[in-house]
């Protein structure tokens, strides 16, 4: 009896459960996961997180509403989610936002899925690409339209028009609304479900479980299928001081310097369509304001997408680049340049110049630019270190961080918290967001004003010898040392903090 006993002791040892709950402040919660299977997801009452590990390998961390899962190496979780609060997770080609009701994924090529109520629903722009729901399925594709649903099939497009209505044609429309209908309502009325796959797609290369449905892939973003491609060479020469100009419509740029004297582009056009399809896009290279490589349409409809590398000598300079759907990334380059991408991030790293970066869907991430920078994103957040010169940024949705930036000028968010290093203030800053909480490292040597002001929370003061002329729950000006440059700092709905910078 006592082995048996002393054997059960050290089985329950062996298959117990290490359980850590938290508590993160806010009604929308930011998740990040490293190391880290999910596998079981659900929503439970209460506020606070319930993570459970088969051991004690699992670790987290929480900043202000963020919380980062961590393990040394690959752990298995359950993840109970409190039902009342809403999440984010960032993928690689996208965000997702869900809560128990909805999964919402808007793409960085900006394509929207939504799962919510047994429905789904894809958008392209304004444009509605699918929708799967109680009054049937709905299909556009290129320049054809599909509905089906209980009266029978219907296919419309420039080319031809067919109705199939009768008996069989209900029959059907009928059972192909019931099949698809049933499968995506049992996955729609589980958001845990959804997430779970999406989770563990991007965090684990092995993890086979297909979520190929949502249109995501965790290798590209430009989500216009891999299964037909074709590599392009090209190398140009080029002139000392020569800028490079790069126009593409789908699919991320990507351009480092390198030792050599000529300019090597490195294109992969790819299509799910077909083979031919790749033939209706053409790598161009002309000069114009300097060298100009194109992805040329011959046809405007073609389902081509296009991923540049490029390797260029490090001392010709960068002038425009340009992705209507894509991203686009800079290292160990310099120029006064100009990025756009209407759908896709802007990364930018070791930079010697002035940047004008505008996303309007995707994050925006710079670090070590010797030069100044005006960067908006409308749906995206914004990182910066070590800048030198004069700063603007701003995003409609989105979190800002902010290190290193000795002349910041400007940082507005509408949506999204905001972390801002001020080492040295030789003019004035504005910090400004309507949601989200404002959080500042001062030096303590600095001879500034403050001006602070929420509406709807209040202001806290950590280590910092200000001198107040006026404070309340939610309002504040005060002197930091003589004085000197405005910080103003605004927020709607969140707490502001100054506290002093530590080391």
Not at 278 to 284: A, R, S
Not at 435 to 442: A, K, L, M, P, Q
Not at 489 to 497: F, G, P, V
Request: hydrophobic share 35%; glycine share 8%.
């Amino acid at each position: 009896m006592k082995k048996i006993f002393t054997l059960l002791i050290l089985l329950a040892t062996v298959f117990a459960v290490a359980e850590q709950t938290v508590q993160v402040d806010g009604e929308e919660i930011r998740l990040q996961f490293e190391n880290i299977i999910i596998k079981k997801l659900s929503f439970i009452d209460g506020d606070e997180i319930i993570i459970n590990g088969k051991t004690k390998n699992v670790d987290f961390k929480v900043e202000e509403n963020l919380l980062l899962i961590t393990a040394e190496s690959e752990e298995n979780i359950k993840l109970e989610l409190p039902a009342a609060k809403k999440y984010v997770y960032e993928m690689e080609d996208g965000v997702v936002h869900f809560d128990q009701e909805q999964v919402l994924v808007t793409k960085n090529d900006g394509e929207v899925i939504q799962f919510k109520d047994g429905n789904l629903l894809v958008l392209d722009g304004e444009e509605t690409r699918v929708e799967i729901g109680k009054d049937g399925i709905f299909v556009l594709e290129d320049d054809q339209k599909v509905e089906i649903n209980s009266q029978g099939i219907i296919i419309d497009s420039d080319s031809e028009y067919k109705e199939l209505t009768g008996f069989w044609g209900k029959l059907l429309g009928g059972f192909i609304k019931m099949v698809v209908k049933g499968s995506v309502s049992m996955i729609g009325k589980n958001p845990e479900v959804i997430m779970k796959s999406i989770i563990n797609e991007e965090n684990d290369e092995y993890y086979d479980y297909d979520i190929s449905f949502l249109g995501i892939n965790k290798d590209d973003g430009d989500g216009f299928g891999r299964k037909y491609s074709d590599e392009v060479k090209l190398t140009h020469q080029v002139q000392a001081g020569q800028k490079l100009n790069v126009m593409n419509r789908n699919g991320s740029i990507t351009v480092k310097s390198w030792d050599q004297d000529v300019i090597e582009i490195n294109a992969l056009k790819q299509s799910g369509k077909s083979k031919e399809e790749l033939e209706k896009v053409e790598i161009v290279i002309y000069e114009m304001d300097g060298v100009t490589v194109e992805s040329k349409f011959i046809d405007q409809m073609a389902k081509v997408s296009v991923k540049y590398e490029i390797f260029i000598p490090k001392d010709v300079l960068i002038g425009e680049l340009n992705s209507s759907n894509g991203s686009l990334k800079l290292s160990d380059c310099r120029g006064n340049s100009v990025l756009r991408s209407s759908n896709g991030s802007i990364e930018v790293s070791d930079f010697e110049g002035d940047v004008k970066a505008r996303t309007s869907n995707g994050r925006i991430e710079v670090i070590n630019l010797k030069g100044m920078l005006d960067a908006i994103t409308s749906n995206g957040s914004i990182g910066l270190s070590g800048i030198t010169g004069p700063v603007e940024i701003q995003s409609s949705n989105g979190r800002l961080e902010i290190e290193n930036c000795p002349v910041l000028k400007k940082a507005i968010t509408s949506n999204g918290s905001i972390e801002v290093e001020i080492l040295q203030m030789n003019d004035d800053v504005t910090l400004s967001t309507s949601n989200g909480r404002i959080s500042t490292y001062i030096n303590p040597d600095l001879n500034i004003e403050v001006a602070a002001i929420t509406s709807n929370s209040k202001i806290e003061i950590e280590d910092l010898s200000v001198q107040i002329q006026n404070f309340s729950s939610n309002n504040l000006s005060g002197i930091l040392g003589t004085g000197g440059p405005m910080l103003n700092l605004k927020t709607s709905n969140s707490k502001i903090y100054l506290r002093k910078i530590s080391g």
